[in-house]
């Protein structure tokens, strides 16, 4: 349905009249959520049914939800070990999954219909990463073809670039898959690896991590920063005018703020302790490695276990940032944490409007991401609640059971190393979590409001309150 500016609705791409299928009546919103869905789903079955996935035993139908949730949802949070209990097979499948998930079905369909030559409905542009008022300048059906093209761009140069690095170490043939693998893993900002113990075999590689780095930043900027920075190379090469949007101007210097700002945090927390066997080149690259990862891609360089509380806590508050609007990232996105910073400021100031590099930012964008902030503190703290009710094992603390929720909300995968001992409402916790954090809230209330109302000029009367 889309609403008119009258406040009637109507269905979307049908002409009056015509009967219609039922899922061409749902909302872009449920749309989105609901491919999401059948996506977990069919992945789920793929991992119970398909023959050659496992180099022992199947997974139960649980883990094989909860693998499933944690490739699609991008998250790398795994219940089985993915290097020992996966064939060949089984990893390329898990793969699919994380590259289905990351650019997400919706994505392939648009281009899919781009491909051949068509319009993209009024459905598929309003469920584009692309808001017409935040860039007015992007054409729609340029950036869906964009986006798979910068995918397999980035995907492609950092595999090749992995393999170069560790092909004189572990040999040509045993570091191509990993080196694809690992690719596609750290742009989707995944988290699997082929690797046991993730990149910690890799501390003292200094190549491996800065490319990893890349990957991950790289997919958490979003697709519409992308664009822009292509644009922008291209308008120095044709000597044109060129203007970022306030949100890839946000995206930018929030994204090099919190790497520049909590590194060398991470630095002296760890620089004698988990970091404290390394040279000091490579303790200086793991903490800025430190700083990148958990924004939100779940490769760990360290033991998270044998970390400092002060780490681990710093590591939750970047992983509720994460990435990005329109990324494979998760959390509740930078830009959301940049506009109540500015908001924040503002009031400080004494101004009634939130301003930035010349521009007013509108009062219903700020009030929704203070909206967006609550909801998500409040989930993330429901999350943690529930898990100490079921998780009441010896190997089970506060920290870790925050850290597992935020990891899990906030699609990251880090871990302390209490995943696989997760109970089965823990577990069922965890794939809620995942879910919820991927699908965006915004998005999953949109999708369960099935009506919208009218639009008046009704309002009740004021009657402040105190606050403070």
Known sequence: ?????????????????????????????????????????????????????????????????????????????????????????????????????GLGMLTFASLIIVALGKRLS??????????????????????????????????????????????????????????????????????????????????????????????????????????????????????????????SRLVLITTI??????????????????????????RVVNAVFLTVTPRTAGFNAIDYGAATDSSNLLTILL?????????TAGGIKTTTVALIGLLAWSRLRGLESTDCFGRSIPEETTSRAVGLFAIASGIAVAGVFVLTTTETGAKSDLIQLMFEAASAFNTVGLSMGITPDLSVAGRWVAILLMFFGRVGLLTLAAALTLHRSQITGFRYAYEDVVVG
């Open 1 to 101: 349905m889309k609403q008119l500016r009258n406040g009637t609705t109507r269905r979307w791409d049908v002409p009056h009249g015509l009967r219609v299928a039922p899922w061409q009546q749902l909302s872009p919103p449920q749309l989105f959520v609901g491919s999401f869905a059948l996506l977990v789903l069919l992945g789920a079955m793929g991992l119970r049914f398909l023959p050659g996935l496992y180099t022992a035993q199947g997974l139960t139908w649980l883990d094989a939800l909860f693998t499933s949730t944690s490739a699609v949802c991008v998250t790398g949070l795994i219940v089985v070990d993915t290097a020992k209990h996966f064939t060949l097979l089984g990893q390329a499948f898990v793969l699919l999954l994380i590259q289905l998930g």
């Open 122 to 247: 009024l459905r598929a542009e309003a469920s584009s990463i692309v808001s017409s008022d935040s860039a007015p300048h992007i054409d729609r059906r340029r950036m869906t073809l964009d986006i798979v093209r910068f995918t397999f761009l980035f995907e492609g140069i950092g595999a090749i670039l992995l393999f170069c690095v560790w092909a004189p170490r572990i040999g040509m043939r045993e570091a191509l898959w990993p080196a694809i693998f690992h690719a596609v893993s750290a742009f989707c900002n995944a988290g699997f690896s082929t690797w046991t113990d993730s990149l910690i075999g890799y501390q003292q590689s200094p190549g491996t991590l800065i490319i990893i780095m890349g990957l991950i930043l790289a997919g958490g900027l979003g697709f519409l920063t992308h664009e822009e920075l292509f644009l922008f190379v291209q308008s120095k090469i044709h000597r044109r005018a060129f203007r970022f949007s306030l949100q």
């Open 257 to 282: 703020f919190l790497t520049v700002a909590t590194a060398p945090l991470f630095a002296i927390f760890e620089w004698d302790n988990t970091l404290k066997d390394l040279p000091t080149v490579h």
């Open 319 to 327: 992983m509720t940032i994460g990435g990005s609007p329109g990324s």
